[in-house]
């Protein structure tokens, strides 16, 4: 691969360009439907034409979190089912779902195991860290977790949790959550997942991993509008709180109050004024994924993915994660020598076609692909091609490829 070129780029592009390419790793693009469906005259959130939206949106999300099905009528429950999961709806983003989670169910006597390899799962970290007591064991972003460390510590026995970011955007890498599951089980801690980009779009199993809660973002694999999440929180979850509130430890939450929220949830509602026409959006999002199918979802992600990761590779840029965890909904892409963030600037302003840079240490050193959501194969590789195209424009020398073959 050559080294770049400093002559003056031309304005124009290199290639044909028609439309835009967008792929961000969320907020991803909406469907028509979706936006047209958030358009929706305003109603009441206590009348019953809102209840039975989120009588769906509940049935659906427990579609998208791979729980057993359940009805979408309202009046039937349509949020709990027979594997004693219940969803929870949050007028928020998915850090107000995961503040959430950890606010209702841990405090300052419990000590949470909280392993990381990105910016998101810092985050996580500091979430835990400020209800509860907080270990960050970091193992460097794009690392895979040490589970012979994990284990070690969790057998110091001092720990309530292991809670972690399933799959870390920031750095292209997806946690192995079911060795994680296997050792949150021997050493008798609560599983906490925060699963914002990963349910919808990856295999995600509740049950099987017993875990306790799992949190997801509208915006990302499910394709919906920003600013609204859910919970996924089973029996276990839910008893330990009641036990924390009949026992009078302090809960530090009012707006974010889970027991309010399962009270409410009986009638299809929610305690709170709700963001109406966000949810509205979120259900025409999840009845696409329920007509495309989860497990095919999860397959497209998946080959759309492994599509741009061999292509890059081929090309000889270097990817960010290591080969045995990279993720399936987003690709990280170190630039080549002499590149930086002006190929990314060149190529939303002059190619429209869109994808994220990085964060903290790793900005300018790398760019983030999506292949999350509704992304179709026809837009992956247009993408790809205006990418490459890019890449030329700054003298970089890369092989000539069949674009298409890769996906």
């Not at 991803?28 to 989120?54: C, F, Q, W």
């Not at 302003?349 to 959501?373: C, D, L, P, W």
């Amino acid at each position: 691969m050559g080294e770049p070129n400093t002559t003056k780029i031309s304005d124009l592009p290199s290639i044909n360009i028609e439309g835009d390419c967008f792929l961000v790793p969320g907020p991803v693009k909406m469907s028509e439907n979706t936006l047209n469906s958030m358009s929706h005259p305003v109603i009441t959130a206590r009348g019953t034409e809102y209840r039975d939206v989120m009588a769906e949106l509940n049935g659906l999300l427990r579609i998208a979190f791979n729980l057993t099905n359940s009805s979408f009528e309202r009046g039937e429950k349509s949020f709990h089912g027979d594997d004693n999961y219940s969803i929870i709806v949050v007028s928020g983003s998915g850090t107000a779902a995961m503040e959430m989670v950890i606010a209702n169910r841990f405090t300052k006597e419990d000590s949470i195991l909280v392993p990381t390899n990105g910016k998101f799962g810092e985050r996580v970290a500091e979430i835990a860290n400020t209800f509860s007591n907080v270990n960050n064991l970091k193992f460097g972003w794009g690392c895979s977790f040490n589970l012979e460390e994990i284990d070690k510590e969790l057998a110091t026995k001092k720990y309530s949790a292991i809670a972690f970011c399933h799959n870390e955007t920031s750095t292209g890498i997806t946690q192995d959550a079911e060795a994680l599951s296997i050792l949150a089980k021997k050493h008798e801690v609560a599983f906490i997942l925060d699963g914002i980009t990963s349910v919808g779009g990856l295999p995600v199993f509740p049950e099987k991993w017993g875990a306790e809660a799992i949190v997801v973002g509208a915006q990302k694999c499910t394709a919906g509008p920003s600013g609204v999440s859910a919970i996924a929180i089973n029996n276990s979850f839910i008893d330990s709180i009641k036990k924390k509130h009949q026992n009078g430890e302090i809960i530090p939450t009012y707006y974010l109050n889970i027991i309010s929220a399962l009270k409410k949830a009986q009638d299809d509602q929610t305690p709170w004024t709700p963001a109406i026409n966000l949810t509205m959006g979120w259900v025409s999002a999840l009845r696409e994924l329920n007509t495309e199918g989860l497990e095919n979802r999860w397959k497209r992600c998946h080959d759309l993915s492994k599509g741009v990761q061999d292509l890059f590779l081929d090309l000889g840029l270097d990817l960010f994660a290591e080969s045995s965890q990279r993720s399936t909904t987003v690709t990280a892409i170190l630039y080549p020598e002499g590149i930086n963030d002006e190929w990314r600037n060149r190529l939303a302003n002059t190619y429209k076609t869109y994808v994220i840079g990085a964060q903290e240490h790793m900005k300018g050193k790398m760019f983030r692909v999506g292949s999350m959501g509704t992304t179709e194969t026809s837009e992956m590789i247009e993408g790809c091609k205006r990418m490459i195209a890019c890449f030329r424009d700054f003298g970089i020398e890369l092989p000539d490829v069949d674009v298409e073959s890769y996906f």
